[in-house]
């Protein structure tokens, strides 16, 4: 679905940066601070806090109590094909003025409420505010700029919460899971059995629409998008707490469902820029998830997909300041994931033999796409945020170098664009904010790393997050790919794109 054109106003465009890069850290600050110049700075009180007092300002709502381990029968209120089960005015997907100045700022706001509100999560009248407490806690501690789905998560949470029985059985296991696992970082799998639960049931949905012959020809738009909804909060939390291999397996299993519930024809490939407009957040997310994960672990994507602008969705909706896309997720340019898919299909037709002309426009692609920020985040955060996009901006160098151009690790381009990387990486103070939301691209940037010290670093600003030191989750699994390469033996010579692969291989197992 394409964002309307009325009330689309595009943020300041900021300068392009350089094939490769010419700023520094302390260039990017500079750049940060004179985009919040002449800006009245914020004083944030704890009643200020503008995300959750938007996700709670809630509605009378009843609902029946159920056993949390057993699904309810499946009642639901259909959604139209097309429609997606997120249906909010994209003009009214904002906050109010009182915005976070940085995230130590949204911790704080996130702690005042959560001691406000110690709901009984079994009183029938504290279901809903508890629901949409957990999503709020979720996104505030998970989410690259959780403050741009404020409007859709609270309107998702409520139109889910009224549309069947199921529906709301798996809102309150997702609360469930969410709340605990946004509350602290230092929890297991051990700790989260209602998202067993849930994982349990999804994939059942899943093995059930797909099983047979009959199952597969009703399988209608309609119904599998009503399958599909809840396959983000699946596959977002499954990244943070399982191994790389069940991602992988969860993702096939969910391919079918995704691909029928994709709005066009089933004949020709998902158009990419249309479904990052989509409203649709599960569509949008496993579109997203399948490109990266390609690329992270040198696998086919699930599908192909048509990347091609047209005049209905131009490149210039990529860089719509609130528009619906991924970025606020994971930190990844959507502009840029576009490109990532471009690249995967090619190196999957034409392996690292991409024809010259096409790597140019590639350079191009990726050269020209622009950081898109929120214009009243203040200076910390808006670094915090340019640090990430243009580290991911010279990983995708390192990979058209090395993945579609046959370069070695040693080649200059692909050490121009490492060197680059690492300058950004070590001039961002280590945290949580920006390290957690540059686990993917490190995986590029540690492909092309030599220096025992540079290596050593890597692994210890992977390790101090929980998704990577914790044993059994697929951070732990890339930090061990990256293990694999970094000890193969130097008389293999310079590291290649397909190691990765081996080292997926060796680790994973597919």
Not at 32 to 49: I, L
Not at 107 to 115: K, P, S, V, Y
Not at 290 to 310: E, G, H, W
Request: with cysteine; glycine share 4%; net charge neutral.
């Amino acid at each position: 679905m394409v964002l309307k054109e009325k009330g689309e106003q595009p943020p300041r465009r900021l300068t392009p940066f350089k094939m490769c890069g010419t700023h520094g850290p302390s260039d990017i600050r500079k750049l940060a601070e004179s985009e919040s110049h002449n800006r009245k700075s914020h004083s944030m009180t704890p009643g200020q806090a503008s995300l959750f007092g938007a996700l709670l300002s809630l509605e009378n709502t009843s609902d029946n109590n159920h056993n949390s381990s057993i699904p309810p029968s499946h009642t639901t209120t259909k959604i139209k094909p097309g429609q997606s089960p997120i249906e909010s005015n994209p003009e009214n997907n904002t906050t109010d003025g009182n915005i976070p100045e940085d995230p130590k700022v949204s911790e704080d706001a996130n702690n005042n409420i959560t001691r406000a509100l110690s709901l009984d999560r079994n009183v029938e009248s504290n279901i809903l505010p508890f629901i949409l407490n957990a999503y709020a806690l979720w996104a505030t501690q998970m989410m690259f700029d959780p403050l741009r789905v404020v409007q859709i998560g609270r309107t998702y949470v409520f139109r889910q919460y009224a549309t069947s029985d199921l529906a709301r059985w798996k809102l309150k296991l997702v609360s469930d899971f969410t709340w605990t696992a946004g509350g602290s970082t230092a929890h297991d799998l051990d700790d989260l059995p209602s998202f067993t639960i849930f994982q349990t049931h999804m994939c059942q949905q899943f093995i059930a629409a797909t099983s047979t012959e009959h199952s597969r020809e009703i399988l209608d738009q309609t119904t599998a998008t009503d399958i599909f909804v809840f396959a983000h909060e699946l596959f977002s939390m499954a990244f943070k707490y399982l191994p790389l291999s069940n991602i992988l397996s969860l993702m096939r299993l969910g391919a079918p469902i995704f691909r029928r519930a994709c709005p066009g024809s089933r004949e020709e490939f998902v158009h990419l820029p249309s479904l990052l407009l989509q409203r649709n957040l599960s569509l949008r997310y496993f579109a997203a998830f399948d490109i990266l994960m390609s690329v992270i672990t040198n696998r086919p994507m699930f599908f192909r997909y048509n990347v091609a602008f047209t005049q209905e969705v131009p490149e210039s909706k990529m860089y719509i300041q609130d528009y619906l896309g991924m970025q606020w997720f994971y930190g990844v340019p959507d502009r840029l994931v576009v490109t990532l898919a471009r690249m995967n299909a090619l190196r999957e037709d034409y392996g690292d033999c991409v024809d010259a002309t096409i790597i140019q426009e590639l350079e191009s692609e990726i050269a020209n796409f622009q950081p898109v920020l929120r214009l009243l985040d203040e200076p910390t955060l808006m670094v915090c945020k340019l640090v990430v996009q243009e580290c991911w901006r010279q990983a995708a160098y390192i990979y058209l170098y090395m993945g579609l151009c046959g370069a070695n690790s040693l080649d200059p381009r692909v050490r121009l664009a490492q060197a680059r990387f690492m300058e950004l990486f070590q001039g961002a103070k280590p945290g949580r904010n920006p390290d957690v939301f540059l686990i993917l691209p490190m995986i590029m940037l540690g492909v092309a790393t030599h220096s025992t010290e540079e290596q050593d670093m890597i692994h210890r600003r992977m390790m101090n997050q929980p998704e990577c030191s914790r044993q059994g989750t697929s951070g732990n699994d890339l930090l061990k790919i990256l293990n694999e390469i970094w000890t193969r033996p130097k008389r293999l010579g310079p590291v290649v794109w397909y190691d990765l692969r081996l080292a997926c291989l060796r680790v994973v197992g597919m």
